[in-house]
């Protein structure tokens, strides 16, 4: 099979558990009111993936699906980057699948832009930003559980790319972001103009949702595509 058919059956068996076991919540189903992300934009729907390691058996098969996309799409990467506390738990997950070292980042408290993270960094004295081995030459690949417009992954960027300078390390690739669900609102486009090449195992508007489609109420499906589609439009 070739890699573009098995990605497609392994993102539509993964986006279908992960609504059947409420990780993927709605307005519909589980909250009238929707939600506010941290972006500041409201929404019809909530990717919560935090509970990934209760399910072992979906996370070995997110492992080996975004270790598999990993592999055929951003080669020549040598470690992965989880960045936490979501992305940790699926960093590890690609380590065990496909043998390839990882890290993970700290969590950093109230930093919500470039310019704050910047400002903030001497605070952190002898504290590693990053959690993991590192050597020069490294290519690596930040690994997270999703995007939306992909200013968080801006800043774990310039976390990790601090952290290692820190180590006197040279040479250091890091030019690759991938997660198992990109919400398509600006992230790709914001990623080029940085220079990024963003990789998603689910395009939710295109691909996701459209799955997900026989497990939803025709209205459910409906506001969260309008939404996808113009996000404007749902704002107060």
Known sequence: ?????????????????LYEKGMIKTWYRDKPEGWVLISGIWSPFYIQLRLL??????????????GKMIKEEAQGVNKVV??????????????????????????????RSLEEFRASIGKYGEHTLVEGDFKNGDRIIIVDDL????DSKLIVIEQVKSEVESRGLSNII??????LIDREQGACQ????????????????????????????????????????NPDKYQK
């Open 1 to 17: 099979m070739s890699w573009k058919l098995e990605k497609e059956r392994l993102g539509k068996e993964i986006v279908c558990s």
């Open 147 to 150: 995007v939306t417009r992909f």
């Open 190 to 229: 914001r990623a080029k103009e940085y220079g990024i090449s963003l990789y998603s195992l689910i395009p939710f508007e295109t691909k996701g949702l459209p799955w997900l489609k026989e497990k939803m109420s025709s209205q459910e499906y409906q506001v969260i595509m309008e939404y996808l589609e």
């Open 82 to 111: 989880g960045v936490a506390m979501a992305g940790l738990p699926i960093a590890t997950a690609i380590a065990l699948s496909h043998e390839i070292s990882s890290a993970f980042t700290r969590k950093l408290e109230g930093i």
């Open 53 to 66: 390691s209760s399910y072992p058996e979906l996370l070995k098969k997110i492992g080996y699906a975004m």
């Open 174 to 179: 890091l030019r690759d972001v991938a997660v």
